[in-house]
T-cell receptor, first 113, second 115 residues
């Protein structure tokens, strides 16, 4: 089955700097890669996702890149702000609801003002 | 829409007790999931369902049971609670196949402590 590795487990950045979180996956058939943000005590919420037919997707300060050959994808947050402080999870699956997402273990991002 | 709702929010169980965690969604999603999240850890899939009457095991199903008699409800049953089941439990749902989004919508979670 699918296995998703996520690095780093913790990341501290100064406000205004960029943050990069990386994930690798094992199943070459996976074609859907979402990123979730979980603030302390809250539920995970989708912030961006990418499908295997594109290499990059951007939404304001957040971007995701995908390298299908190497089987890795990354989350890039630019101009970080204190409200970006949270745990971020990557996930992978084949694009159908009956193939559950496999999550990485998460990255705890702290943005220091 | 209320989205995905879960009850109770918090619960303390004694070892060996049983309980049911309730999950309901009002978005007419066919796919529903139960995850557990241990402190400082990621999400582990317990069970999932692709529609009423259909359930399947996830990564960590031992000690749990589920049923899916309606599209809206997906309860999770703990029969003999053990300290290892202390965790936060999240229910989630996804739109049916054929849509452009496979976003999982999470409920607010149930914090369970077994002592």
């Amino acid at each position: 089955g699918e296995n998703v590795e996520q690095h780093p487990s913790t990341l501290s950045v100064q406000e205004g700097d960029s943050a990069v979180i990386k994930c690798t996956y094992s199943d070459s058939a996976s074609n859907y890669f979402p990123w979730y943000k979980q603030e302390l005590g809250k539920r995970p919420q989708l912030i961006i996702d990418i499908r295997s037919n594109v290499g990059e997707k951007k939404d304001q300060r957040i971007a995701v890149t995908l390298n299908k050959t190497a089987k890795h994808f990354s989350l890039h947050i630019t101009e970080t702000q204190p409200e970006d402080t949270a745990v971020y999870f990557c996930a992978a699956s084949k694009e159908s609801g009956n193939t559950p997402l496999v999550f990485g273990k998460g990255t705890r991002l702290s943005v220091i003002a | 829409n209320a989205g995905v709702t879960q009850t109770p929010k918090f619960r303390i169980l004694k070892i060996g007790q049983s309980m049911t965690l309730q999950c309901t969604q009002d978005m007419n999603h066919n796919y529903m999931y139960w995850y557990r999240q241990d402190p400082g850890m990621g999400l582990k899939l317990i069970y999932y369902s692709v529609g009423a009457g259909i359930t399947d095991k996830g990564e960590v199903p031992n000690g749990y049971n589920v049923s899916r008699s309606t599209t809206e409800d997906f309860p999770l049953r703990l029969e003999l609670a053990a300290p290892s089941q202390t965790s936060v439990y999240f229910c989630a749902s996804t739109p049916t196949s054929g849509t452009s989004s496979y976003e999982q919508y999470f409920g607010p979670g149930t914090r369970l402590t077994v002592t």
